[in-house]
């Protein structure tokens, strides 16, 4: 069974950091996709960064310079680091993993951890 545990969240003020967690079990970690997602209220699910098996990182225009993606393949981690918040990078969290290699797997899904930066 595969099990995405995200850790981290919580409130923040804007120009504040917080760093993400997402534990995954069940899951052949270094041949996965993993990336992190948000949704806002209101709005669809959208990409935030991924991290291939390789090591390579693709960010969101919104969170470029701002947010980074980084994986453990000995602990079976994903973090995200996220500086300079906005109030706009409200919303709820999501770690994403995905086997890339035969045969597939995925996606899966973590439950999300809540993000707001506010006054």
């Known amino acids: 069974q595969v099990q995405l545990v995200e850790s981290g969240g919580g409130l923040v003020q804007p120009g504040g950091s917080l760093r993400l967690s997402c534990a995954a079990s069940?899951?052949?970690?270094?041949?996965?996709?993993m990336a992190w997602y948000r949704q806002a209220p209101g709005k669809e699910r959208e990409r935030v960064a991924t991290c291939n098996r390789f090591g390579h990182t693709v960010y969101a225009d919104s969170v470029s310079g701002r947010f980074t993606i980084s994986r453990d393949n000995a602990k079976n981690t994903v973090d995200l680091q996220m500086d300079s918040l906005r109030p706009d990078d409200t919303g709820v969290y999501f770690c994403?993993?995905?086997?890339?290699?035969?045969?597939?797997?995925?996606?899966?899904w973590g439950q999300g951890t809540q993000v707001t930066v506010s006054l």
């Open positions: 069940g899951i052949p970690f270094s041949t996965s996709l």
């Open positions: 994403y993993a995905e086997k890339v290699t035969f045969p597939l797997l995925g996606p899966f």
